[in-house]
């Protein structure tokens, strides 16, 4: 042991004392903080490209090429190249973009634009800059600011608004329509303005065909749709100021227990196939051939209730004729689709403002920042329109395409849309809210009857939001 | 005389029954696991995209549709490209992983050194954590690495995580008796040469089912290159397949039927070693 | 029954094995360090230069490849841990001080990246430490060599004894290492996320904090938690034996049957099982979800019958559901494990089946005693794992049945699994922290049961003797 111990303690002596040098110096230098700098300086940054991630209906219908065509004519002189990020449409930034791997623009919805706020992945952005700002509507663009520090910022441009429609087969409509089925004479048929025409309609439908073609169907276990009942008596979703509480959940606050009294009626003109996605799936074909009278969905979906009709021989003009998308209907103040004499009150449903946001982690921020103005732009947004069948966000270009652009566009303004709150735990309130939808539709059409009294109803939704607060709060929080 | 003749009869009816009963067992057996893949490939031959336009089970229309869009509309789903990505990675994974594999099994098998009961509860203890976490992790180690938006990042994953699996292919190399590696060393060789010349060929059956399984996972898995792989011209089948629409049924089950077709291709291929009772006569040898 | 004599026996036994364990450690210990002890007693000068720096020794024993080899390996140690490797370990224990601000481009510390590295750099100093003593063992032996052979080994004969005597060392290299990187450090990963606070809003670029046993407490703190966990955990234990039962035998007895020698065209027989292998899981889980719901097929024939739907996935189908879950997972597994049996019953002694048919046994006899053992014997440890695959087995209940809760669940549904249940409450809402402690939980649970049986299975005790 002479001269080997000595030597093997030497070599350890040795090891440690560099590990905790470095080591040391690494902490203290970390100590040291770096000066950030400024981003929106006037000065386009030259021979950059940009990858932006749009959404898959713009790049399928070539709405995304133009797009980047036209910019990069446009741009072609100082170098700046704008190309398809070709990622995942739902790509979470907070994952790809602090290692690099993210797109430089996105356009994605508000609730997940927002939440990328937290983690200061998006840049806030210089109102003084985004050309579009003043025609911008005012609630849409409410949906991208938010306080941060103490200092209210803005994180997105706003670009559509998204809200449900009823898509409904117009020759279906029974031709006696004027006499029978229009109360108020208002040249529209009641069974589109009111749920409680509709619901009419349907029995009568189910009644008549036995039990072989229906009227309003929809998958009542989908949370998205389902939740615009119980806001529309008064419900929320997380409460406070900002809508974001989650110590108050408020689907049962107010008279939102109703939402479940309709969601049952609806449920009774409906088949079991409402308890599960079976109905969110097939309504496609089953409108085309007739089956189905009208369904609620969002407007994405248009071309493939069209290609279905197609495909069940209809040409392609009078499937444009036919298929009609149009605002919801209205629903009773009493919240009993049999009882109108207490008069209407528009529908709330939840939707959304889908906009443009721009990545901390880019290179080429004023690049990018010049690339939003010009897809916002009156022209790039009239195509879009044209092309996508969108709603804009544009309060100038609303007005001009009228019709149900413009009263998306009101509806957003007059509190009918209940923007989406861009809170983490929103992802615990879809289970318990449509096990508890299911629930109602099983037990009317099962004949359960267990949910027939209000009381029951309240209690029902009330556990709904006993079950969204334990998931949220259970294990969460320190 | 009679006696004799009538238990001949009995012996052979009794045959005749087992070989009828046999068969009519497979035959069930066959259909209960071919219906589905049947329902699957009429699906994918039908005229309309949405399953629920169907007959019960049977598409009303048919027509090549699917098939046609499958490979030419390459703007959203580029499924030509996603199809070599998914055999690219799925070879080398096979080939790495079986090699790396079967070499783990066999050290295990037949060496032993001081850790190997230590590495055997290791393992088994390693292969028990839920793994959600793991993807979180393995995303992270793969940055570092900058094996992101690679196909060898999921390659070296696959080939990496294979020998963990060393079990099977360990029992197997357990039940080949020592008789036939001593027989060897009396003659001369090393153990590399034992392995490669005398146990390797006795374990073609395990080969084979090394080799498929390690093939046939990367085109199933979607969790892991969904994860590292960002770049929409790198997916893989599976990844790809989940981004299809509903209403798109009829081309994921295309999509889905000509997964299938590389697996069975491979197994095929290897089928002829898997003969049984060889060991019989190799000891004899 | 004799299993069962054994397991009791052995269990009696335990208190004074576990005596003699403890009494026998010191003299183990000291055995171990016995090899440590010589060569620190023995060691000659340039055993001392090897330990000091790797490799010198070598080098003046005039073994060049070798020395250079690992004085190579010594150097590049060093480089790493003076560019990141001290950096990374300091890293583990602080988790980041420093936060990021995207918005003005200041690069602030990621603490999960720092934990991963952190870990890293823990392995590589383990590997070190073997490298070293290898090292350090190598220069000893090169030492006892000269002073009985008189010179030092060739290089030749040492890279020969890697492909012989020591093979196991050069085959199992490569996977140890790369298990150790991308199948170790992931759950080592896990493990550590379970003491500290990830998850929620505290993700990067917000920083991590070591919290202890915070989460376990706070885990077994839930009143809510006791009545659901026992009911899914009885339901998970039913669920794996049965399914992991169904799945052997049948694919075994389908093996067996596609064996037969009155059987033709085998190849074509046994490519049915393998098409509905081939077809990706979470396809044919889909398949099955869309074909048994009110709108599918199944009902479709139902209803053209003159019946009512059934709800066989419904919101009151809890066994319905459950033996469903079985039916369709037994659909998808059994091909893995007749491939399996096939592979394992080829190697069988025909001899032996000979044997018993001359003796006059049935062919069931023939099974029991021949057969079974022999295929328990060698899967044991498969069987085991499948046992945990099937206890874990996430997607299952996940496709078919997922996204419900039902009363007297506390967030779960009457068919899911723990794995389920630790996802909606834990990964569902980003809790990781959270969702890695109670993974903690199930893995003691499910690791105390299989290690038992493992241990007591004849497979890991007898290895020799089935020959």
């Not at chain 1, 009294?453 to 929080?477: C, F, M, P, S, W």
Request: hydrophobic share 45%.
């Amino acid at each position: 042991m002479r001269k080997t111990l000595p030597a093997l303690i030497a070599h350890i002596a040795l090891i440690l004392a560099v590990i905790i040098t470095v080591g040391v110096l690494g902490v203290i230098a970390a100590g040291v903080s770096a000066e950030g700098s400024e981003k929106f300086t006037d000065e386009l940054e030259r021979n950059v490209t940009l990858h932006i991630l749009e959404n898959d209906t713009a790049k399928e219908q070539g709405y995304l090429k133009e797009l980047l065509d036209a910019f990069n004519s446009e741009y072609a002189e100082y170098g700046i190249k704008a190309v398809d990020a070709n990622i995942d449409q739902y790509n979470d930034l907070e994952q790809s973009g602090p290692f690099g791997y993210g797109p430089d623009v996105l356009y994605q919805a508000n609730d997940a634009l927002m939440k990328y706020v937290d983690g200061k992945h998006i840049l806030p952005l210089p109102v003084d800059k985004i050309e579009c700002a003043e025609e911008l509507s005012e609630a849409a663009f409410k949906a991208y600011r938010s306080t941060v520090g103490g200092q209210e910022y803005t994180f997105g441009v706003p670009v559509n608004i998204q809200q449900p429609l009823l898509f409904y087969r117009k020759d279906l409509i029974p031709e006696n329509w004027e006499t029978e089925w229009d109360d108020d004479k208002n040249g529209v048929p009641d069974m589109i303005e009111y749920w409680t025409d509709m619901y009419r309609f349907s029995k009568q439908i189910k009644k008549d065909s036995n039990n072989s073609k229906y009227g309003y169907m929809k998958s009542l276990n989908d949370g998205y749709f389902a939740s615009g009942y119980f806001f529309s008596y008064g419900g929320y979703v997380f409460g406070g100021e900002d809508g974001k509480d989650t110590s108050d959940i408020g689907f049962s606050k107010n008279d939102g227990y109703l939402g479940g009294k309709i969601i049952r009626q609806l449920a009774s003109v409906m088949n079991l196939e409402c308890t599960e996605d079976t109905i969110t799936r097939n309504s496609y074909s089953r409108m085309a051939k007739g089956d189905y009278f009208a369904t609620m969905t969002t407007p994405d979906v248009y071309t493939l209730f069209i290609k279905e009709m197609v495909n069940a021989g209809y040409t392609e003009e009078y499937a444009r004729a036919n298929l009609i998308m149009t605002d919801i209907p209205s629903l009773p103040v009493s919240g009993d689709l049999e009882d109108e004499s207490q008069g209407f009150k528009d529908m709330v449903a939840m939707g959304g403002v889908n906009g443009y946001a721009i990545s901390s982690y880019t290179k080429a921020p004023n690049a990018s920042l010049a690339f939003v103005n010009f897809a916002t732009s009156y022209k790039m947004i009239n195509r879009r329109a044209e092309l996508l069948g969108i709603s804009p966000a544009r309060r100038d270009l609303a007005e001009e395409l009228g019709g149900l652009n413009e009263k998306i566009n009101q509806n957003l303004d007059s509190g009918s849309i209940y923007v989406m709150p861009s809170v983490r735990a929103l992802a615990q309130v879809w289970t318990p809210l449509q096990t508890f939808c299911a629930t109602l539709a099983d037990d009317v059409l099962n004949e359960k009857d267990v949910y027939v009294t209000d009381e029951k109803l309240k209690d029902g939704i009330r556990n709904v939001d006993n079950q969204i607060y334990a998931a949220i709060h259970t294990l969460g929080g320190s | 005389m009679n006696k004799a003749k009538a238990k001949v009869v009995k012996a052979k009816s009794k045959k005749v029954f087992n070989v009828v009963i046999t068969y009519c067992i497979l035959s069930i057996v066959a259909f209960i696991f071919f219906f589905p893949c049947l329902w699957l490939i009429l699906a994918s031959f039908s005229k309309s995209g949405s399953i629920y336009s169907f007959d019960g089970f049977f598409p009303t229309e048919y027509g090549f549709d699917a098939f046609k869009a499958l490979f030419t509309d390459t703007v959203m789903y580029n499924y030509k490209r996603w199809f070599f990505n998914t055999l690219f990675i799925a070879v080398m994974s096979c080939i790495l992983g079986t090699l790396l594999t079967i070499l783990t099994a066999y050290c295990m098998s037949r060496f032993r050194f001081k850790s190997r009961k230590a590495m055997m509860k290791a393992t088994l203890l390693l292969g028990m954590f839920p793994s959600f976490m793991g993807t979180i992790a393995v995303y992270l180690i793969m940055t570092q690495f900058n094996l992101i938006n690679q196909h060898w990042g999921l390659i070296l994953i696959y080939s990496a995580q294979a020998p963990m699996g060393y079990m099977v292919q360990k029992g197997f190399f357990d039940t080949i008796p020592y008789s036939i590696d001593e027989a060897a060393r009396i003659d001369g060789a090393s153990n590399f040469t034992v392995f490669v010349k005398f146990i390797l060929p006795l374990s073609k059956p395990m080969l084979v089912y090394t080799a498929l399984t390690s093939f046939t996972w990367p085109w199933s898995d979607f969790i892991l290159p969904k994860m590292l792989l960002i770049d929409k011209d790198l997916y893989t089948v599976a990844v790809g397949l989940m981004s299809l629409g509903e209403t798109e049924f009829a081309r994921f089950a295309a999509g889905s039927i000509f997964i299938a077709i590389p697996i069975i291709l491979l197994y095929f291929c290897l089928v002829k070693y898997m003969i049984n009772g060889m060991a019989a006569g190799a000891v004899k040898e | 029954m004799k299993a069962l004599d054994t397991i009791t026996a052995k269990f009696k036994n335990l208190p004074s094995a576990v005596a003699k364990k403890f009494r026998a450690i010191p003299s183990e210990l000291a055995g171990k360090f016995a090899g440590a002890k010589e060569i620190l007693t023995q060691g000659n000068g340039k055993v001392t230069a090897s330990m000091l720096v790797m490799g010198l020794g070598q080098l003046i024993y005039r073994q060049w490849i070798k020395g250079f080899m690992y004085l190579f390996v010594q150097a590049a140690f060093i480089v790493y841990f003076v560019l990141t490797g001290a950096g990374d370990l300091f890293g583990l224990f602080t988790l980041g001080t420093r936060e990021g601000n995207a918005w003005y481009g200041v690069e602030g510390d990621n603490s999960v990246v720092m934990l991963i590295t952190g870990i890293l750099s823990v392995f590589i100093i383990f590997l070190y430490i073997m490298l070293y003593i290898s090292n350090v063992k190598d220069a000893y032996r090169t030492q006892c060599a000269v002073d009985t052979l008189k010179e030092p080994l060739s290089f030749k004969k040492e890279v020969g004894a890697l492909l012989d005597k020591s093979f196991h060392k050069t085959a199992l290299a490569l996977p140890v290492i790369g298990v150790c990187v991308f199948s170790i450090l992931p759950i080592v990963f896990m493990i550590l996320i379970a003491f500290t606070n990830y998850g929620g809003d505290v993700v990067p670029p917000a920083l991590v904090d070591w919290v202890g046993f915070k989460n376990f407490g706070k885990i077994l703190s839930l009143g809510q938690f006791a009545p659901t966990f026992f009911k899914i955990f009885g339901w998970n234990m039913l669920w794996a034996v049965l399914s992991t039962a169904l799945n052997y035998f049948a694919g075994l007895g389908l093996a067996l049957l596609l064996n037969k020698k009155c059987v033709k065209g085998k190849a074509i027989w046994r490519a049915f099982p393998i098409l509905a292998y081939a077809i990706p899981g979470f396809i044919t889980l889909l398949g099955f979800k869309f074909m048994f719901s009110y709108g599918g097929p199944i009902n479709y024939y139902i209803q053209q019958g003159g019946g009512e739907v059934v709800g066989f996935l419904g919101l009151d189908a809890k066994w319905t559901a459950r033996f469903l879950g079985l039916g369709v997972n037994a659909w998808i597994s059994i091909p893995s494990t007749m491939l399996l049996a096939t592979g394992i019953l080829s190697n069988v002694n025909t001899d032996l089946y000979e044997a018993a048919r001359v003796d006059g046994a049935s062919s069931w006899k023939q099974f029991i005693k021949i057969t079974l053992p022999y295929v328990l014997f060698a899967t044991t440890p498969v069987l085991i794992s499948q046992f945990i695959g099937n206890f874990n087995n996430f997607g299952i209940f996940y496709f078919l049945r997922g996204g419900l809760y039902v009363d007297g669940y506390f967030l779960a549904s009457d068919t899911d699994l723990l794995i389920n249940w630790l996802y909606n409450m834990s990964i569902d809402n980003n809790y990781y922290s959270i969702g890695a402690a109670i993974s903690l939980v199930i893995f003691a649970i499910t690791s105390v049961i299989s290690l038992t049986v493992y241990v007591l299975s004849p497979s890991y005790k007898q290895e020799e003797t089935f020959r």
